[in-house]
């Protein structure tokens, strides 16, 4: 049996928005993992938008600090995965955005 090749494959590009799909190419058969959707918010990043940190905010929402600018980027599939997969799809999600200057970037599944 031969080692699975993952790879991305551009399929849609718009000013705001990108879409690459993830397959997997495993003994001649290609198959679609999911959807990375690419969303530019043209917005700076607000406290709203982290959720888990309002609490930690809550007292002083004005030391809240991010990127001038917000890329969200939401992987979407029907298969179910792992921990350690959603580690690595997340990786490789923000890693498609994350070396923009003053740029916050949160990933969803």
């Known amino acids: ?16 928005f990108e879409i690459f799909k ?3 190419t495993e003994d001649c058969l290609n198959e679609s993992l999911g959807f990375y959707v690419i969303e530019d918010c043209k917005r700076k ?4 938008d982290y959720p888990y940190l ?3 905010y809550k007292d002083n929402p004005n030391e809240f600090d991010a990127g ?7 992987f979407i599939s029907e298969k179910d995965f792992d921990i350690e997969e959603k580690e690595v799809l997340e990786h490789v999600g923000v890693s ?4 923009k200057n003053n740029t916050s970037t ?3 599944i």
Do not use: S
Not at 1 to 16: A, C
Not at 45 to 48: I, S
Not at 68 to 74: A, F
């Open 1 to 16: 049996m031969e080692k699975p090749n993952i790879y991305l494959v551009g399929e849609f590009r718009m000013k705001d």
């Open 22 to 24: 993830l397959m997997q």
């Open 45 to 48: 990043a607000e406290l709203k």
């Open 54 to 56: 309002i609490d930690v």
């Open 68 to 74: 001038i600018n917000l890329i969200k980027v939401h």
């Open 96 to 99: 498609l955005v994350e070396f």
């Open 106 to 108: 949160l990933f969803y």
